[in-house]
Nanobody, 121 residues
């Protein structure tokens, strides 16, 4: 089994910062790409930031320059540092890992449970 546990969401005012964390545990052989997605009410889930195992990053245009994704491979953890938060950043944030389980030939995408981020104006 593989489990992803998120933490760090909350309620902040515009201009403030939050740091999200997502840790994977279980029978993991290797982790490929890691990413953060978000979904606001009435909207589709969208990619916020992604980080490959090689260190390449990709950000949504709306968060470039404000958000930073990073990973700690030793801890199987990905982080999202969110600065200069805006009310439009309000959403449920989900982490996603591409994981190859021990004994499996196929890499699957696993999702966290989601954490609420609310930014007040």
């Amino acid at each position: 089994q593989v489990q992803l546990v998120e933490s760090g969401g909350g309620l902040v005012q515009a201009g403030e910062s939050l740091r999200l964390s997502c840790a994977a545990s279980g029978s993991i052989f290797s982790i490929g790409a890691m990413g953060w997605y978000r979904q606001a009410p009435g909207n589709q889930r969208e990619l916020v930031a992604a980080l490959t195992s090689g260190g390449s990053t990709n950000y949504a245009d709306s968060v470039k320059g404000r958000f930073t994704i990073s990973r700690d491979n030793a801890k199987n953890t990905v982080y999202l540092q969110m600065n200069s938060l805006k009310p439009e950043d309000t959403a449920v944030y989900y982490c996603a890992f591409d994981i190859l389980r021990s004994g499996s030939p196929v890499r699957y995408r696993y999702w966290g449970q989601g954490t609420q981020v609310t930014v007040s104006s």
